[in-house]
């Protein structure tokens, strides 16, 4: 059974940083993409940056420039180093692997950030 577990997410003020972590067990197989998307009150779940197997990177305007992802040594972990973060930041946020071969899109339990003005 895949199973993704985040870490990392906190109470942070605006302008401060905070680094998310995702590992990822049960899998064989490395992702071929793996990304964070987060999800706020009363709003739908948004892609914030995914990262392919090949190190290809997109980032949802609101966070190009503040937010980074990469891969880990280890097969099948994420990170998202995020930067000047900003209330409207705040929200829970979620990893993701995809496996393309078996059509598989796994999702962990989430992770809170809440940013204070």
């Known amino acids: 059974q895949v199973q993704l577990v985040e870490s990392g997410g906190g109470l942070v003020q605006a302008g401060g940083s905070l680094r998310l972590s995702c590992a990822a067990s049960?899998?064989?197989?490395?992702?071929?993409?793996m990304g964070w998307y987060r999800q706020a009150p009363g709003k739908q779940r948004e892609s914030v940056a995914t990262?392919?197997?090949?190190?290809?990177?997109y980032y949802a305007d609101s966070v190009k420039g503040r937010f980074t992802i990469s891969r880990g040594n280890a097969q099948n972990t994420v990170y998202l180093q995020m930067n000047i973060l900003k209330s409207e930041d705040t929200a829970v946020y979620y990893c993701?692997?995809?496996?393309?071969?078996?059509?598989?899109?796994?999702w962990g339990q989430g992770t809170q950030v809440t940013v204070s003005s």
């Open positions: 990262i392919t197997r090949g190190g290809s990177t």
């Open positions: 993701n692997g995809v496996l393309y071969g078996l059509n598989r899109n796994y």
């Open positions: 049960g899998s064989i197989f490395a992702f071929d993409v």
